[in-house]
């Protein structure tokens, strides 16, 4: 919100409410007390008969009898106020937006509209926003499942501190009662949000947003992608002009950190042929290994019978046998992948490499994430899965229960 806008909210809530204390103001407003008495001082500058008193009964008030002025706004106050409203969705920024036009003599400039609903929602996501502002301003607890990018669906139970949008798309910032620390929700991934019955009074301060808080930040991965030419429209829509770099036979180049994860393997098959996965070579690879799985799954009918594949499509049925069969192998000891020769190891204080952990799980003598066991579990068996045709999610996690307590991670 504008300094302008939210100095009218204050003046607008006065006219409505009489007097206010400061900290009742700074708390419909979200800033501080100080920057409240900043902005009483700022109106009464500007002609506002606003003033404070002290004491019980004290607070901030109008005289008696002010009826707001269109003079009190410069011209280029009133187009910043009147855009803050424009882009603000849902009918309440309408009212308040039809009500100053009219106050200021200036119609509506019709140049903006912000519509939250993706195609084909109607008007469900506009509810959901509307819903999920009420419940940041009113301070009320939500309850909702949210469907992470590591292929859990989870029951959360929140208190939600702000929204933002960022890149593409919306974001709540909230802290997890759970897990007692914040996480970031994808808007689009929240499902069936409602009021918990609780009025929370805890001061919420999120951190600045970054990587969405449910993705472990051991699985961020630095990547080198050449696009070909005929992909420039969707190049320039996803990614920032500073990390793309057209090449000499039209190709785009583009470097960029992504969460390694389940959403990052279908963000690049929706690119199809028009992608190469340049580096890391294990983000090639396993790409490579999916595009085979979904030619195995899609291919017509085999000419010869050493083509035949369709025993292997069917998900198995056979007893799930323990991963503890494979345990003279070298194995990561916080992920459980196989430590190969080439793998790329992770590194001790002294930057040395490690002998137990993978490069992705520990850096520089720390863990490059906190996360329990299930959530390692949640994200790891469906790739585990993907690597295995026949085995099913449910398969892998119940393998990776057996597993993972013998891993020097987890052990008790």
């Known amino acids: 919100m504008s300094v302008v806008a939210r100095q009218f909210q204050m003046v607008y809530l006065l006219l409505e409410k009489g007097r206010m204390t400061a900290g009742e103001l700074a ?8 920057t409240v008495l900043r902005d009483v001082d700022a109106l009464s500058a500007a ?4 003033y404070t008193t002290q004491g019980a009964g004290g607070g901030v008030a109008l005289l008696p009898g002010y009826v707001l002025d269109r003079a009190a ?3 280029e106050e009133q187009r910043q106020l009147l855009l803050a409203l424009q882009s603000l969705p849902g009918q309440e920024g309408a009212q308040a937006l039809t009500k100053l036009s009219a106050l200021f003599r200036r119609g509506q400039e019709d140049w903006l509209q912000v519509d939250l609903s993706r195609w084909g ?6 509810a959901q926003f509307r819903l999920l502002k009420r419940a940041v301003l009113e301070r009320q607890t939500l309850r909702f499942d949210y469907a992470s990018s590591y292929g859990a669906t989870r029951s959360r139970r929140v208190l939600p501190a702000r929204l933002v949008f960022k890149g593409q798309g919306w974001y709540l910032q909230a ?3 759970e897990r007692e620390d914040y996480r970031t929700f994808r808007l689009s991934r929240i499902l069936s949000p409602e009021f918990a019955g609780e009025v929370f009074h805890r001061r919420l301060e999120p951190p600045d947003i970054g990587f969405s808080g449910d993705i472990p930040p051991l699985f961020r991965v630095e990547a080198r992608l050449r696009f070909a030419p005929y992909m420039a429209y969707r190049v320039y829509d996803e990614f920032g002009q500073d990390c793309v770099s057209r090449q000499e036979d039209g190709s785009l180049l583009v470097e960029a950190v992504f969460p390694e994860d389940q959403w990052l393997y279908g963000y690049l098959l929706s690119f199809g042929a028009g992608v190469e996965v340049l580096a890391p070579g294990v983000l090639r690879r396993r790409l490579a290994a999916l595009g085979w799985e979904i030619y195995r799954a899609h291919a017509p009918e085999h000419d010869t019978p050493c083509q035949g594949w369709g025993a292997t499509m069917e998900p198995s049925t056979k007893e799930v046998s323990a991963m503890e069969n494979y345990k003279d192998m070298h194995f990561c000891q916080s992920c459980g992948m196989p430590l190969l020769p080439g793998t790329e190891l992770g590194t001790e ?3 040395s490499a490690s002998p137990d952990y993978c490069s992705y799980c520990y850096k520089q003598g720390k863990f490059a994430g906190e996360m329990s066991m299930e959530e390692m579990i949640d994200f790891c068996a469906p790739m585990m899965a993907q690597s295995n045709p026949g085995m099913t999610q449910d398969q892998a996690k119940a393998q990776m229960r057996q597993f993972f307590p013998m891993l020097k991670r987890w052990k008790k």
């Not at 002609?47 to 606003?50: A, D, E, L, Q």
């Not at 929602?121 to 506009?126: H, L, V």
């Open 27 to 34: 708390q419909r407003l979200e800033v501080s007390q100080r």
């Open 47 to 50: 002609g506002v008969p606003i």
């Open 73 to 75: 706004f410069t011209d």
């Open 121 to 126: 929602a109607g008007d469900a996501d506009n």
């Open 175 to 177: 802290f997890d009662l």
């Open 349 to 351: 204080a002294d930057g």
